[in-house]
């Protein structure tokens, strides 16, 4: 693996196309301020424009948190922000998280997240558009939003969109008063696999290795049509996967190795 300078998070490549990023605040359980905004800007160019990263590994450094969202005590210090100011509560023109989502930085190439310790409230900006999501025992989900008196909105809309949505707006409504414990994710929608902690980060690269090791014109056109197909009809969303696939398909099939040897080893859950 090759290291990247950023300056909150790690950034490293393996020798089977997968790049690994890792939350790198811990002190502050990993909670997003502006530089973490800008580097992650940075970041899902970087990924998207590199053809040698076929699939990301998602999580964090330190033992507490996946990220506690966003990092108010550094946006409360600052004067020159609306987000958290009652004086204009209108003012905030764009969405504090838009950087962090991958999806929404145009990225098609699929995403995993090993989630452990605490994830909550902004957080689910990366989670809500990560492709597999898995997650230790010991993980806990929550939305302190309306606790501190703030509406919640942005993440439980997005998170409606991967998981029930009574637990979704159980969640929002209860804030701190109530954590979602890994397997109630799991069985909500959320997650798709709860592995021991120690085994979590290994796991989470063998799964991005697998999807890192087929075809990158198929993959990303599978992880391209299904984000989208999330904002049409569903006779719209089938007419535009059909053109995924005569587009896609092709240039597939020219790519693949047909003399390689099939998977050596597959798992089942």
Not at 13 to 33: H, S
């Amino acid at each position: 693996m090759t290291g990247h300078p950023y300056q909150t998070i790690l950034l490293e490549r393996t020798d089977t196309g997968v790049a690994v990023v890792t939350l790198n605040r811990p002190e502050v359980l990993n909670a997003f301020n502006e530089a973490m905004r800008a580097d992650f800007a940075r970041l899902w160019t970087e990924v998207r424009e590199d053809p040698g990263i076929r699939a990301v590994v998602l999580r964090a450094a330190g033992d507490r948190a996946f990220s506690t969202g966003l990092d108010v005590t550094e946006r409360t210090g600052s004067s020159d922000s609306p987000w958290l100011d009652t004086a204009e509560p209108w003012a905030e023109t764009e969405d504090p998280g838009h950087q962090l989502s991958p999806k929404r930085n145009g990225l098609w190439k699929p995403v995993v997240a090993a989630v452990h310790g605490m994830c909550a409230g902004g957080a689910f900006y990366w989670i809500t558009e990560c492709d597999i999501v898995i997650c230790s025992p010991e993980a806990t989900f929550f939305d302190p939003h309306v606790t501190y008196g703030m509406v919640a909105a942005l993440e439980p809309i997005a998170l409606s969109y991967r998981m029930h949505f009574s637990e979704t707006l159980r969640m929002a409504l209860l804030g701190l008063y109530e954590r979602m414990t890994a397997e109630t994710a799991r069985s909500a929608g959320l997650v798709t696999e709860i592995v021991d902690r120690d085994e979590l980060h290994a796991r989470a690269l063998q799964l991005a290795e697998a999807i890192a090791a087929q075809p990158p014109a198929a993959v990303q056109g599978t992880v391209k049509a299904m984000w989208q197909s999330l904002d049409r009809t569903r006779v719209q969303a089938l007419d535009t996967a059909l053109m995924y696939t005569q587009i896609g398909n092709p240039i597939g099939a020219d790519g693949l190795d047909r003399t390689a040897a099939k998977p050596a080893k597959w798992w089942t859950r």
